[in-house]
């Protein structure tokens, strides 16, 4: 396991949306927050994590698990940049059908390109791993 999985898996994120506009969560207007289940290993050729968040319905579907993916080309990884305390633009893929994420369905999903909606903003770590 790699440094910036123990680093962030256990966290909680907080994440501003700004498309769609309308967004609404458990959490507020614009608003995600969540906790990082899972994290990519050096393998993935697309960066992510993987967390549970406060609820929203996408066609009346509650949706509890979002993929987070880079939103802009950078050098550094999303794992090591949320590590380290950046605030990163992000896209928030999840299932439009409610279905909770795992790991395998979002590389799938990444691989393909296809089947998942997303919600685009910023997201930042907002506590240390608990003990």
């Known amino acids: 396991m ?3 999985t123990d ?4 966290r909680s994120v907080s994440a501003s949306i700004g498309e769609p506009w309308d967004f609404e969560s458990d959490a507020g207007k614009n608003r995600l927050n969540g906790v990082v289940i899972a994290v990519s290993g050096a393998a993935d050729s697309v960066q992510w994590c993987l967390c549970t968040v406060s609820e929203f319905r996408k066609d009346g579907n509650p949706v509890r698990t979002v993929g987070i993916v880079d939103r802009y080309a950078v050098q550094d990884d999303l794992p090591q940049r949320l590590a380290r305390g950046e ?3 992000a ?3 999840y299932d439009a059908g409610g279905k909770d994420l795992t790991p395998e369905d979002l590389r799938s999903a990444l691989a393909s390109k296809s089947g998942l909606s997303f919600l685009a903003g910023s997201v930042q770590v907002v506590n240390d791993k608990p003990d």
Do not use: A
């Open 91 to 93: 896209n928030f893929v």
């Open 7 to 10: 680093n962030l898996v256990g």
């Open 87 to 89: 605030k990163v633009g």
């Open 2 to 4: 790699s440094n910036h």
